[in-house]
């Protein structure tokens, strides 16, 4: 599709589960960027990619999430031992020109903990 | 420390009538600053922009915001609301030099027909 698709689009798992969420970009897009909105919040900065690679980690709350980009495309973010306080709508987005702040949002992937 | 407030968490306007979104930062340079808003059942879309120059920038959907450096504040106006604007409206700044946007807690729109 033209737009970023994001999988699934909800999710409920038990505390303690390992979790993957997927993110297709638009089409040439370099820069990928996974943010986080819990409830009632706007959406967190997670990470940022430029082409394969991390250009910016530092949104990660701690050691039990991490995200892939291995071929410069689709991009994973992968979430370990998942606690109830994980629980929120995960936003990936992609840009052509990241310095300009303008970003494509996908849908999100809702993620309940239970 | 670098922040960003909307004051209003809702606000209800009547169809036809006009709309101001407050958002006011707090950051050491003035920093690139957007409107994205936030549909039921859509992804965030970019409304607007500002980077420098003309204070009154035009956006999408008939949206256009006001930079005012001695206010720190950009807040958005639309002269005319439509039932479709309903929808939640976030202001983010993004300091230059970095690819993080800041998000502030957003202001849910709803009209009234």
């Known amino acids: 599709g033209a737009g970023v698709s994001q999988t699934p689009s909800n999710k409920v798992t038990e505390k303690g589960k390992y979790v993957e969420l997927r993110c297709d970009p638009i089409?040439?897009?370099?820069?990928l960027y996974w943010y986080r909105q819990s409830l009632g919040q706007g959406p967190e900065f997670l990470i940022y990619?430029?082409?394969?690679?991390?250009?910016?980690d530092s949104g990660l709350p701690n050691d039990r999430f991490f995200a892939v980009r291995p071929e410069g495309s689709v991009s994973t973010l992968k979430i370990q031992r998942t606690e109830r306080g994980d629980s929120a709508v995960y936003l990936c987005?992609?840009?052509?020109?990241?310095?300009?702040?303008?970003?494509?949002f996908g849908e999100g992937s809702r993620l309940t903990v239970l | 420390a670098q922040s960003v407030t909307q004051p209003d968490i809702h606000i209800t306007v009547s169809e036809g009538a006009s709309l101001e979104l407050r958002c006011n930062y707090s950051?050491?340079?003035?920093?690139?600053l957007f409107w994205y808003v936030q549909s039921p059942g859509q992804g965030l879309q970019l409304l607007l922009k500002?980077?420098?120059?003309?204070?009154l920038v035009q956006g999408i959907k008939g949206f256009e915001a006001e930079f005012k450096r001695s206010q720190s504040s950009f807040n958005l106006r639309k002269p005319s609301v439509h039932w479709s604007d309903a929808a939640e409206y976030f202001c983010?700044?993004?300091?230059?030099?970095?690819?993080?946007?800041?998000f502030g807690k957003g202001t849910k729109l709803s009209v009234i027909p």
């Open positions: 987005a992609s840009s052509l020109t990241p310095s300009t702040g303008e970003l494509f």
């Open positions: 089409s040439g897009h370099t820069a």
């Open positions: 990619f430029q082409g394969t690679g991390a250009a910016d």
């Open positions: 950051y050491g340079a003035t920093p690139y």
């Open positions: 500002y980077f420098s120059g003309d204070t």
């Open positions: 983010a700044p993004k300091e230059a030099g970095s690819y993080q946007l800041t």
